[in-house]
């Protein structure tokens, strides 16, 4: 079965930048998507970037070209390079294997804080 393994989150101030990665191991098939989600406490989890075979890529609207999706497919890694950091970006991001059905890694937090 497919594990994901984000890094890479921590404390930014306003304006700052961070890049997180995600490992995956297990059965990575390239057709399928993956994804940056996040979530904060008492919501439900909102997707930040997608990235389907042959690279085509879909952002949420809060984004407005701030962040970058990226995969590596021979090291099944995932990016997200968040630039222009934002309080309102404070949450924890996880990464997406597969959809909503598929496999969820355990989170990383984002903290922008002055």
């Known amino acids: 079965q497919v594990q994901l393994v984000e890094s890479g989150g921590g404390l930014v101030q306003p304006g700052g930048s961070l890049n997180l990665s995600c490992v995956a191991s297990?059965?990575?098939?390239?057709?399928?998507?993956m994804a940056w989600y996040r979530q904060t406490p008492g919501n439900q989890r909102e997707l930040v970037a997608i990235?389907?075979?042959?690279?085509?890529?879909n952002y949420g609207p809060f984004v407005k070209g701030r962040f970058t999706i990226a995969r590596d497919y021979f090291r099944k890694m995932l990016y997200l390079q968040m630039n222009n950091l934002e309080p309102q970006d404070t949450a924890v991001y996880y990464c997406?294997?597969?959809?909503?059905?598929?496999?969820w890694g355990q989170g990383t937090q984002v903290t922008v804080s002055s």
């Open positions: 990235i389907f075979a042959g690279g085509i890529t």
């Open positions: 297990g059965p990575v098939y390239s057709n399928n998507p």
């Open positions: 997406n294997h597969g959809g909503s059905d598929g496999t």
